[in-house]
């Protein structure tokens, strides 16, 4: 579990996550402004999880940038702990924060995770 909990350190300053454990099960906790479920993608592929989210920003009328630091894109790639399995993963979204949930079992095919609105 620790090469995933030094990966979420290395996400961008801007992208705030939680890693909590369960006798059965890894749940991660990201934060994702402005994303919905049909924006986020998350799949798991050879002990690693992929997401990748996008967020819809409008410029209101009369406005332009003078600066823009709210990216609009995460694209993730972690690596599993070793009992952590894609398969029966569940994802739901509220409110801009994203939740997986990796069950604990021997390894598994690559999976894609469906992520649904709470």
Do not use: C, N, W
């Not at 402004?33 to 992929?50: H, N, Q």
């Not at 993963?89 to 990796?102: F, I, N, P, T």
């Amino acid at each position: 579990m620790s090469a995933l909990r030094d990966a979420l350190r290395d996400l961008p300053e801007a992208v705030f996550a939680d890693l909590l454990e369960s006798d059965d099960a890894y749940l991660l906790v990201i934060d994702l402004p402005g994303a919905t479920a049909a924006t986020v993608d998350a799949r798991v592929e050879m002990g690693r999880l992929f997401v990748e989210a996008r967020r819809e920003k409008t410029l209101p009328a009369s406005f332009d940038y003078v600066r823009e630091d709210r990216s609009l894109f995460l694209d993730a790639e972690l690596p599993l702990p070793p009992d952590a399995t894609g398969a029966g993963a569940e994802g739901s979204m509220e409110r801009g924060v994203l939740e997986l949930r990796l069950p604990k079992h021997e390894a598994a095919p690559e999976q894609s995770v469906p992520i649904e609105d709470a």
